[in-house]
């Protein structure tokens, strides 16, 4: 058999962006979780510079803000009752990068 070597900053690097990966799959159902991972993934971004991991820090960032941004019109359309649909749509869709993110990492690729 053959076994992968994996350094610490290995598994520390993974281990975080997991951890990421989970604030986000929480903040699904409570919102505010999501601005903690986001920190997290600024804070640590040039740690991870030159790894398959920037790419997942990448994929998380990308996701907050596009999230953020479609949320905020779904809001304000809201009052015309369509943002209900643009909400919902959102949420699948950063349901889809969280899990799609996930797999990625538990599979050992990076994000495009």
Request: charge should be positive.
């Amino acid at each position: 058999m053959d076994y992968e070597v994996v350094s610490p900053d290995d598994r520390r690097f993974n281990n975080l962006v997991l951890l990421v990966y989970a604030i986000q799959a929480i903040s699904l159902f409570t919102g505010l979780p999501a601005v903690i991972g986001l920190i997290i993934n600024y804070l640590k971004l040039s740690e991870m510079r030159g790894t398959r991991y920037e790419s997942h820090f990448r994929w998380q960032i990308r996701s907050f803000w596009w999230a953020l941004v479609w949320s905020v019109l779904g809001g304000v359309l809201s009052l015309i009752l369509v943002g209900y649909l643009v909400l919902g749509a959102v949420w699948l869709w950063f349901a889809y990068r969280v899990l799609r993110g996930f797999i990625a990492l538990n599979d050992g690729r990076a994000m495009p």
